[in-house]
């Protein structure tokens, strides 16, 4: 996967900005897979320069005021619309409470002027590899929410994320939102490494939720594969609890199951090793 | 001189206000009335038989007015190798060869044309690694070398890949290692890099029905590119005009060829009209040319007393699809070898060799900084199996002014600088001899490294510069150079000169940023750290000329001999009776009497230099004299390695340069500064990637970092020395790339002095120290690990 | 097409866009306002920055059709009639600016830093610029300029003749 346009002009489209949701399901409805969705456009602009996407209706969003929430729906956790910005959202400080894995992920996304434009769940779409927000997502146990002219579904993030640059979304479907459950006493942790880069080369997100028996340790790597990866063994590792001798076995555990690639940022024996090193500095930071 | 001299002070370069304002206009904001864009198109393969081109769909486009190929301009251009097409002919060299021009009226129709252009390839074997091209079966990229006119000190080979061949034989190499205690051998690699200037390649041309042109081109050599523009379409010089406008950043990468010649003739092909081109980021990466690869192979004796007596070493340079630049580099590299030593057995091979890869060209430093990798790793080990401290071994080999020859043959001499104080002042700097602080944890190692090196330009022995010293009504002068300026401030130091001539204020003298082939002087290119020395001695000589003619009209006014005439304070005095006098105001257009009769004219001052002291270089042993001075400097370094990520941050950095004269502090500083980051950046984070069809994969800056705020080191010492240089203006010598060169040595270094590790290869990224770590001192990596995993409080949380 | 008018600078502009354009080729092309510069046309570089509704932006990764109804600064906006401002003097006056491509982004970003935090640290300056790139290096002397511009007294101002190379 390699990122470079040699085009600074972008593809012809009409520029629609729906007010409501309703509208922009409509415009979606009649323009299908011509058409793509903008958030911050970030993600979206820089795709069109590549001639990755050349959609000829862009529709952008940040005007539907039911996108621009956050706000905890009951069933549903805590709900980010899709116009909400990373900057925003930080500044809010609403993910400090249950949610740091992810408030820590998106504080190191790209630079301030970045995150003032870009949103959540444009970061989480663009299903770069080694973006950040989809493994805390994941690890969060975190669902997409989808609507369609013809109706409205959820998907959890492990399964809306299939390939780079591949989500499960329909050509007339759009995401309106994230929902990220609240648990109490959820205690989540974030690290990556980004030497000589300005993307991620691993990234490691890690939510523990419950007590003792009721422990439940969720553990995500990103940046490592083509899409995020979760590690069952490490999660074993640390199932008794965070503690110096788990962490060690945790680090160790994810140096050798995670399944790691080669690709233009890291050789996958480099990553396996970066693995050891950042689980165990995030598992360490979870343990007071 | 009396009064407040100029020279020496910190002035700021006087275009900054531009700069700060945003009302300096570059090339990639140059206009003309009814300018059209253009946009080209590139090779989707490495090396191909262009079976066809069809512009049927392209030419649909509304707006599109011409689109030309290689069969246009079937010609070659180069300035050395000779080796270039301006858009492929008949075949393509490399992933990203442009093969077509798209010229159009606005840029969206431009590119989206350049969409809908069809080529037909037949695919040839292609060759992606140099030591692999220079095997019998490679596959052979320029089959008609010996057609190519290149410059006659090169020596390419036909019916190889060999753009150049040079040889530095000096002594015996085999007798040096019969005499030698300690025997040293190794091979280093040294990635392609990018100059990553911000502004990219870019180009408004417009011929005329009148057979004239007018380029504007952010570009080094603007009187090269008449020459490459006039010879390639038969006009004479003086129907090109070449003008350079503010430049974002050259660094040897708009040194040579460009896209000058393409685009003057597109504007011919689209009715005479004016067209630009500006390359996209992936397009500068992919299609214009970068820093060549390089694999060295070195092998050094050294006596138990710790004297090098020989010196083998073979630079094989991965050189890309076209070397024209490169060749010269291939020449650089071998005949600075030794670099700041004297080394009586030398021997030394440097090939340019072709590969189906993006063509390369001169970066700042030029061979220098890829011969320096090697040799200064070679004394830091060798002072380590010695047993010896680093500076000692240092003191034993260096070059000693008006006693040394160098291994070019060339007598060191006296004035040349002074390179034992440069090594002591530098070891002072970073506090050599005092203790390192503890790292700050215990799977860190903090370490003191450094390097030593030395340059000058490599110019053939006729590159000329001249100066023209201008008066206004005012008195005001204007300083016409051909220097350019991209950053390194060095008109302002030549206006600085130029104002303690005359005893005026520095703001008295102005150098227009415009750089013009028919208003400048000539200057022979922007390169090689040249500008202040062979400009500014032109510009003295002009101040000298103007003098002259300042002094006879004033000695027909004040009825006295010129020999009894001096210029202080912007006035003509009488030696000894200084209300003799007149301002020069009065003199420097013509002198008018009461009765208004007129004696005189504008005063125009001219000087020229060449030097008269540097040689061809034989073609057989590389003896002569290759360049016109040598500034010795050096880069010290106080680094944090984490073993455990292999990531390695500067925390202190001190360069050391023998600048001879210090004409302005400030200007010094900012390039010591901005040297040090941008060589930092290359050694720690720069390669550019190719995949197995030789595209490039890292074309833009997330994966091709360069170094950010966070990476520049906030402990910066910078220091000089100031040996006068007899011949040099005011006995100042050049900086502009010394302050890369030693950069990365210099890191390295400290690595290896503290745990022994060899960093052999280029970039020193984590994942490649973490590699190297492992392979070689697996338990060190292995103690790391284990100091990490005893850790138990909780880490500090990064903001 | 569609009609846009957005406050650039002080001064209302109302031109015809393409959907398409970019809010940088807006400001370059139809407006003419050269001091908003491109190197890498991606967002990484952070040469397009402008102030869009008083917050830093890439300006090569917005549309110009979502500029409509706002209020655009570049750094001619912040310059003031027959002078400049502290950060634009200190920049001159410590040689932050060398090819100076990229320096008017700086100035604007270190503008408006200064703005917000009068006294901002290292870490804050790097933060805060984190989406810039300067390849000359200039980095020293951004940060000498910004701690003048900040400096509390003239005591705690280091002058530019205490950070010059010694013998």
Not at chain 2, 233 to 255: C, D, E, I, Q
């Amino acid at each position: 996967m390699s990122f470079g346009s040699p085009y600074t002009t972008l593809p012809d489209f009409a520029y629609h900005r729906p007010k409501s949701l309703e509208e922009a399901l409509a415009l979606l409805k009649e323009h299908g897979d011509e058409a793509k969705v903008m958030g911050g456009g970030v993600g979206l602009i820089a795709f069109m320069k590549e001639r990755l996407m050349s959609p000829t209706h862009v529709i952008d969003v940040k005007d539907i005021a039911e996108l621009m929430q956050v706000e905890e729906v009951p069933g549903k956790g805590l709900r980010v619309g899709a116009a909400v910005s990373i900057a925003e959202l930080l500044e809010s400080g609403v993910l400090r409470k249950h949610h740091s894995v992810l408030h820590e992920a998106l504080s190191r996304v790209a630079d301030p002027m970045i995150r003032r434009r870009a949103t959540l769940v444009g970061n989480l779409c663009e299903a770069i590899p080694w973006v950040d927000s989809p493994p805390a997502l994941i690890a969060l146990g975190a669902s997409v929410e989808v609507a369609a002219p013809g109706g409205a579904r959820t998907i959890p993030v492990s399964g809306f994320i299939r390939g780079p640059v591949d989500i499960d979304l329909g050509p007339t479907e759009m995401v309106t939102a994230v929902d990220i459950p609240v648990v109490n006493g959820t205690r989540s942790a974030f690290e990556k490494f980004t030497g000589g880069s300005e993307f991620s080369l691993a990234s490691v997100a890690v939510v523990m939720t419950g007590d003792g028996r009721k422990r439940q340790p969720v553990v995500v790597y990103g940046a490592v594969n083509s899409i995020p990866v979760r590690s069952p063994e490490v999660e074993d590792a640390i199932r008794d609890g965070i503690t110096p001798g788990s962490v060690r076995k945790a680090s160790a555990v994810a140096g050798e199951k995670v399944e790691c690639v080669d690709d233009v940022l890291a050789s996958a024996v480099y990553r396996r090793h970066l693995l050891k090193v950042i689980t165990a500095q995030v598992l360490r930071r979870m343990m007071v | 001189m009396t009064g407040d001299l100029a020279v020496g002070k910190p002035v700021s370069p006087e275009d900054t206000v531009r700069k700060v304002t945003g009302t300096a206009l570059y090339t990639y904001d140059w206009d003309l009335p009814g300018t059209l864009h253009a946009k080209l198109v590139t090779s989707i393969v490495p090396h191909a038989k262009i079976v066809g081109i069809t512009l049927d769909r392209a030419k649909e486009i509304p707006g599109v007015v011409v689109i030309l190929t290689g069969k246009d301009m079937p010609f070659r251009v180069g300035m050395y190798a000779g080796d270039r097409d301006l858009l492929a002919v008949e075949k393509v060299r490399w992933a990203g060869h442009p093969v077509a021009i798209v010229v159009a009226e606005t840029l969206e129709a431009a590119e989206r044309a350049s969409e809908l252009v069809d080529v037909e390839y037949e695919n040839l074997p292609a060759v992606f690694d140099p030591v692999q091209a220079l095997g019998p079966d490679a596959p052979v990229l320029h089959e008609r070398m010996e057609e190519y006119k290149h410059a006659p000190v090169f020596y390419p080979v036909p019916g190889t890949n060999i753009a150049n061949k040079f040889r530095l034989v000096h002594g015996d190499i085999e007798k040096g290692f019969e005499e030698s205690d300690e025997i040293l051998e190794d091979e280093f690699k040294i990635s392609h890099v990018s100059h990553a200037y911000m502004e990219t390649q870019g180009v408004v041309a417009q011929a005329f029905r009148d057979g004239t042109y007018e380029i504007w081109t952010g570009c080094q050599s603007p009187f090269v590119v008449r020459q490459i523009i006039s010879e390639s379409l038969k006009v004479p010089y003086n129907k090109v005009t070449v003008r350079v406008p503010f430049v974002g950043g050259g660094f040897g990468g708009k040194a040579g060829l460009g896209w000058e010649a393409l685009v003057a003739l597109a504007s011919k092909a689209a009715g005479y009209r004016p067209v630009k081109l500006v390359l996209s980021r992936k397009e500068n990466f992919a299609s214009a040319a970068s820093r060549e690869g390089v694999v060295a192979n070195v092998k050094a004796g050294f006596t138990r007393e710790g004297k090098c007596v020989a010196y083998k070493v073979r630079f094989v340079l991965d050189a890309g699809a076209y070397a024209d630049y490169t060749v010269n580099v291939s020449r650089a590299m071998g005949y600075s070898a030794e670099g700041v030593y004297e080394i009586p057995n030398v021997y030394c091979e440097s090939l340019a060799v072709y590969t189906n890869k993006i063509p390369t060209t001169a970066m700042r430093g030029f061979g220098y900084s890829e011969s320096n990798w090697v040799l200064e790793q070679v004394f830091e080990r060798a002072a380590k199996k010695l047993g010896m401290d680093s500076a000692k071994i240092r003191r034993i080999n260096l070059l000693r002014p008006g006693e040394s020859h160098t291994a070019t043959g060339e007598r060191v001499r006296e004035d040349v600088g002074d390179p034992r104080k440069v090594l002591q002042t530098l070891t002072e700097a970073i506090d050599w001899e005092g203790k390192v602080t503890p790292p700050s944890e215990p799977w860190k190692v903090r370490a003191r490294g450094f390097a030593l090196c030395v340059k000058g330009p490599s110019q053939p022995p006729n590159a000329s510069s001249s100066a023209i010293v201008k008066f206004n009504e005012d008195s005001t002068m204007d300083l016409i150079v051909g220097t350019g300026n991209f950053g390194q401030g060095t008109t302002t130091a030549l206006s600085q000169m130029v104002a303690d001539q005359f005893g005026v204020a520095v703001g008295m003298v102005r150098v227009d940023p415009l750089r013009d082939t028919g208003k400048s002087a000539y200057t022979w290119q922007t390169v090689g750290s040249r500008g202040l020395f062979t400009d500014g001695v032109a510009t003295l000589r002009a101040c000298e000329d103007a003098k002259k003619q300042i002094l006879d009209l004033a000695s027909q006014v004040l009825r006295l001999p010129a020999s009894e005439l001096e210029i202080s304070e912007g006035t003509v005095k009488a030696q000894g009776r200084p209300w003799v006098s007149l301002p020069l105001k009065d003199l420097v257009f013509g002198y008018v009497y009461s009765n208004g009769n007129t004696v005189g004219g504008p005063v125009i001052g001219r000087g020229h230099y060449t030097s008269s002291l540097n040689s061809y270089l034989d073609p057989q042993t590389g003896q002569g004299v290759p360049t016109i001075f040598h500034t010795f400097g050096g880069t010290a370094v106080e680094v944090e390695l984490d073993l455990i990520t292999g990531a390695i941050e500067v925390a202190k950095a001190a360069q050391v340069f023998d600048v001879g004269k210090v004409i302005n502090p400030l200007l010094l500083k900012m390039q010591l500064d901005g040297g040090f980051v941008m060589g930092m950046s290359i050694a720690l984070f720069e390669k550019i990637k190719f995949d197995e069809q030789g595209w490039v994969t890292n074309p833009n800056f997330t994966s091709y970092y360069i170094a950010r705020m966070k990476d520049a080191p906030k402990e910066f010492v910078t220091r000089y020395v100031e040996t006068p240089q007899f011949d040099g203006p005011m006995g100042a010598r050049g900086i502009g790339e010394l302050s890369m060169i030693s950069v990365a040595s210099a890191i390295s270094n400290a690595i290896y002095r503290s745990i022994g590790v060899r960093l052999n290869n280029l970039p020193m990224s984590p994942e490649e120290v973490w590699s190297a770590v492992s392979a070689q001192k697996p338990e060190l990596m292995e103690k790391a690990m284990e100091a990490y995993g005893r850790v138990e409080t909780t880490m500090k949380v990064r903001p | 097409m569609i009609e846009i008018t957005v406050n650039v600078n002080g001064r209302t502009r109302r031109r015809t866009i393409k959907d398409n354009e970019l809010l940088l080729d807006f400001l370059r092309e139809r407006l003419e306002v050269r001091s908003v510069k491109a190197a890498c046309w991606r967002g990484e570089c952070g040469l397009c920055t402008v102030m869009l509704d008083g917050a830093l932006v890439k300006s090569c990764l917005v549309l110009a059709v979502e500029a409509d109804g706002k209020d655009v600064k570049t750094v001619e906006g912040i310059t003031p009639e027959g002078g400049l401002t502290p950060i634009q003097e200190a920049f001159v006056n410590h040689g932050a600016a060398q090819c100076g491509f990229c320096t008017p982004a700086w100035v604007l970003a270190t503008h408006e830093l200064l703005r917000k935090n009068p006294h901002p640290s290292e870490a804050d300056l790097t933060e805060a610029t984190s989406g810039l790139v300067c390849r000359c290096g200039t980095y020293n002397q951004i940060r000498e300029a910004v701690a003048e511009v900040s400096a509390s007294t003239a005591k705690t101002r280091k002058r530019v003749e205490e950070r010059l190379p010694r013998r």
